[in-house]
């Protein structure tokens, strides 16, 4: 840690982007504009699964207004047989999502796309072409996806020998459950279902894209990387990355949902064709139908323990909902279902399911919830049986520095017993429930993670500080740097100022995602500050004529050290700014790194319900987080990423899901219907942070943005339980489905 | 059918446009007139993001018709500080981080104004149920329920 003295880490600056956001200046995705601009729609498929065999666009090209229309074919393929992966993405399914190819796989499923000056002549042009479709059998749900003679996604996903739609399997392996289970005294095995959810992002995906006469497409839109954009545009349009530059938008939010793209290729093509700025925004209908939700899940779990509580094995079985497209989220189910606790036998088993709905995208923590949801209401059953309170029971096989888990690594130090001791010690542990009303506990654990990340720190002419960044800030990752550039200068706080630069003025930066932004930033920046800092000595020895070695840098000025200490007046980053030309040009440093030791983050969580029982509603009364934080830079948006994770999977646990009706369209495809938490559903989110620091971080940072979404839907569920001594298997928990499961009672 | 000459105040100035009849407000303040922070979440009501008030009433931009404007007043996230003077309602939403990503913000923000300025001393539950028509998908609603109640007692302090 290099970090001592403390003025501006752990302080809760107000972020440099506020004013902008609270004036409504902020520039969002859908905000800009540009001379000539004209309107990008998309054709979406009505069938949910359909045979593409012709489409004719000659009469939508016709109609006065139309600019461009562009189809699969103007996409450049990536056939089947050879995948090309862009980080976790593949290639090949990108295509097929951004645009049908050989069949349109979900209703909704973009077929074709116009640009016209006026959206009402881009959506007549979309009604006048003509599709000749195949229409096939469909499969939605995941049972039935797999059921032997369910209508086959994809003739090229191959299981067991045979065609089928489970595309992908992932098994984690640690000791022996056969044998750890013939050593148990009690067993518990359940099985659980949930549905896909959506991310729910308030600000729908939209862009402004313009091709200049020599190719250049410059991208104006929100996303969770600009540098993803690029690159994911570069290789559905053939465009070099060198003539594209990404101009990342304030993001209103993403929640792992704009970690891959849907306009932006389609955009840049009619763009190019059109010779016109275009602008294509995604309505809230168009958002729920074809972009991707998390997915929906069948698992069954099978924890053993000896009497005394010690758990002896566990067994799970994750299946989960891909969408139309390989790619479901099972290393997150699989390998962090088990991963909070110190089991000597683990099997974890994730299946990726393909069926006839939106491909899904990345939500927060992927796939980890599902996993947590099972085993942590399994933990509760069993420590009912064992007669054993349940954080005991968790504390009893928390895992430690040096536990090994089932998905690979040896633990260094974490936080997890740390959470547990916090909610035991709680006095909302410990307060009294009424009638109908029930307590719950879960606990949680997500990867985190490092990866690319880049700076460039500079000090203006005028002695002040400009950090640029290549992660877009979608919830205050800008104060948090400030603050870390603020305290190593040791300068005030209000003469740093953050950028996100674009993809042509920093360095690539990988996506804002995997709870790894700050973690990530934090280490370049600091590095990029360092650097600075030995130029600013630099400049001062030799101003002063001595020793660089004998100049250090305190309360933002270099003085004189050692022998010569006090023989010269501090100068202060303005005098050394005014100098610079003098003694050696601008003053500024830039690092890039592949960043490691992100280190896992652990939460556990208290939940309180309340059961209306003759309208089957759940009422969560009391919530309180506790969460390894590492260290909380700035404690507000480190709170806030808790209270929304929460929030989140209350939201999953009670009334979120999609409903599909018949033919395989979704029936409540607006927020309407699809009901997120609002403010009058929820009570305060209470907020612990632990502050274990990462060792492998300069501050200590862990990321703290998934962890927050991995234990709420089971610690609703274990509420419930407790509240109604009745336990539901299926999520949501909505009204409906609460009172049909009392009735049953 | 031809375009309508609407003449209207909005945040306090006088202001000219011309609209198709079935165009709503949010799209002439987004497009025309430029003012794009009233946000479209949903264009259905149903998210708050593109909440002004028409003659004092909160409404949903989204669902207002442009010709509605004739002769009435609006006021826009845009109009809510005063020059350089941020409203006490964007001041304690910055210090107590009551945004993560904003999207919500500018509507949260015209809601709770409408709020106080009707109610200056709600109750938890009066501004979780004003604000019920105002989805945020960042916060989890905490930070915000505690700004507005924390300047409502500002206000209350600062007007005695
Ligand atoms: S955009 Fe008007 S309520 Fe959502
Ligand atoms: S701050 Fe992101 S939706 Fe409210």
Redesign the pocket.
Known sequence: MNVISNKWIGQRTIRPDGADKVTGRAAYSADTTLPGLIWGKVLRSPHAHARIKSIDTSKAEALPGVKAVVTAKDLVDFPLDKSVMLGIQDMRWMCRNVMAREKALFHGHPVAAVAATSEEIAAEACRLIVVDYEVLPHVIDIDDAMQPGAPILHDFIQFEGKPSNIAGKLEHKLGDVEAGFAGADVIIERSFSTEPVHQG??EPHACLVSVSGDGKAVIFSSSQGQFMVRAMTSLLTGIPQSDIRAIPAEI??GFGGKTIIYLEPVATLLAKKSGRPVKMTMSREEVFRASGPTSGSKSTVKIGATRDGKIVAGQGTFYLQAGALPGSPIRGAAGCAFAPYDIPNVHSLGFDVVSNRSKVAAYRAPGAPIGAYAVECVLDELAEALKIDPLELRLKNAAKQGTKAAHGPVFPRIGFVETLEAARAHDHYKAPLGKLQGRGVASGFWFNAGGESSAQVNITEDGNVAVTTGHPDIGGSRASIANITAELLGIDYNRVSVQIGDTASIGYSNLTGGSRVLFASAMVVTQSTEKVITTLRERAAKIWKIDPEAVTWEDGEARPAGDNAGKFPGLSLADLAARASETGGPIGAGVQLNTTGAEGGFATHICDVEVDAELGIVRVLRYTSFQDVGRAIHPSYVEGQMQGGAAQGIGWALSEEYIYDRNGKVDNAGFLDYRMPVCSDLPMLDTVMIEIPNPKHPQGVRGVGEVPLVPPLAAVANAVANALGKRFYALPMSPPRVLAGLDGA | MAKQHISTTINGEPMEFLCEPHQSMLDVLRGPLGLTGSKEGCGSGDCGACSVTLDGRLVCACLMLAMEAEGASITTIEGMATGEALHPLQQKFLEMAA???????PG?LMAARSLLERNPDPSETEVRFWLAGN?????GYDKIVRAVLETAADMRENAA
Do not use: A, E
Not at chain 2, 99 to 105: A, E, N, V
């Open positions: 992002y308030i209103g939010g | 945004l993560q990503c904003g999207i919500c913000t949260v989805l945020c998908r960042c916060t």
